[in-house]
T-cell receptor, first 117, second 115 residues
Framework: DGGITQSPKYLFRKEGQNVTLSCEQNLNHDAMYWYRQDPGQGLRLIYYSQIVNDFQKGDIAEGYSVSREKKESFPLTVTSAQKNPTAFYLC????????????????FGDGTRLSIL | GESVGLHLPTLSVQEGDNSIINCAYSNSASDYFIWYKQESGKGPQFIIDIRSNMDKRQGQRVTVLLNKTVKHLSLQIAATQPGDSAVYFCAERNAGGTSYGKLTFGQGTILTVHP
C-alpha cells in the first residue's frame, strides 16, 4: 500500500536526550512536512522540505532538526534544547512542491506521540 | 466555527441529520483550502478541497462552500453517521513567496454523532 509511515507510534524521552522520529513515504512525493499538535490546538509547522537535500524552518523550528538525504525519508530530531517536547508529531507529504495549480493536498501519517519520562 | 485557546468548538448531531462545520480563515490572499478529518490517535485524513476561484465543491456526502467576501469556509456533511465523529480542521494555503504550499490550520471542531 502507498502511504506515509511514522515510527515509533509512542516514544519517551529522558531529560537531556535527543530522540529521532522516523517518517517514510512511498508516494514519490517531492515535499515533506513536520507538524506538532498540542491538545485542543491546530497543527503548527516545524520544518518542511520541498526537495531532497533542502529544507526550511517552519513556525516553531527551535529545538528541532531535520535532514532530507533521500526523497522518501524526512526524519525529525527533537533535541534537548526543546524544553517542552511532549506533543503529537505528524509528518505529511505533498506530490509537487512547485506547481501552483491543481489539487495537491498534504497527506498525513498516523503520528508519533512523544512524552517525557 | 474556529476559536482560540484550548476549548474547541463542538457540534453534536443525531445520526441522519445534516452537519455544518464552519471555519473563518485569516489570509485574503490564500488560494486553496482543505478540510481534514482527524480521529483520535490518528493523523488528519483529507476530505475535500476547493480553490479560491470556486465557491462550491461537492464530494460524496460532503460539500464545501467558500465565501471570500467574509473569509468563511464551511463543510456540510449529509446524512451524518456515527463514523463521522471526529475533529474537523480547515486549512488555508499561502499563495505566494518562498512559503508556497505552506498550510495554516484552524484549531478544529469536534463533531459528535449520536446514534
Amino acid at each position: 500500500d502507498g502511504g506515509i509511515t511514522q515510527s515509533p507510534k509512542y516514544l519517551f524521552r529522558k531529560e537531556g536526550q535527543n530522540v529521532t522520529l522516523s517518517c517514510e513515504q512511498n508516494l514519490n512525493h517531492d515535499a515533506m512536512y513536520w507538524y506538532r499538535q498540542d491538545p485542543g490546538q491546530g497543527l503548527r509547522l516545524i520544518y518542511y522540505s520541498q526537495i531532497v537535500n533542502d529544507f526550511q524552518k517552519g513556525d516553531i523550528a527551535e529545538g528541532y532538526s531535520v535532514s532530507r538525504e533521500k526523497k522518501e525519508s524526512f526524519p525529525l530530531t527533537v533535541t534537548s534544547a526543546q524544553k517542552n517536547p511532549t506533543a503529537f508529531y505528524l509528518c505529511a507529504s505533498r506530490r509537487d512542491s512547485i506547481t501552483p495549480v491543481g489539487n495537491q493536498p498534504q497527506h498525513f501519517g498516523d503520528g508519533t506521540r512523544l512524552s517525557i519520562l | 466555527g474556529e476559536s482560540v485557546g484550548l476549548h474547541l468548538p463542538t457540534l453534536s448531531v443525531q445520526e441522519g441529520d445534516n452537519s455544518i462545520i464552519n471555519c473563518a480563515y485569516s489570509n485574503s490572499a490564500s488560494d486553496y483550502f482543505i478540510w481534514y478529518k482527524q480521529e483520535s490517535g490518528k493523523g488528519p485524513q483529507f476530505i475535500i478541497d476547493i480553490r479560491s476561484n470556486m465557491d462550491k465543491r461537492q464530494g460524496q456526502r460532503v460539500t464545501v462552500l467558500l465565501n471570500k467576501t467574509v473569509k468563511h469556509l464551511s463543510l456540510q456533511i449529509a446524512a451524518t453517521q456515527p463514523g463521522d465523529s471526529a475533529v474537523y480542521f480547515c486549512a488555508e494555503r499561502n499563495a505566494g513567496g518562498t512559503s508556497y504550499g505552506k498550510l495554516t490550520f484552524g484549531q478544529g471542531t469536534i463533531l459528535t454523532v449520536h446514534p
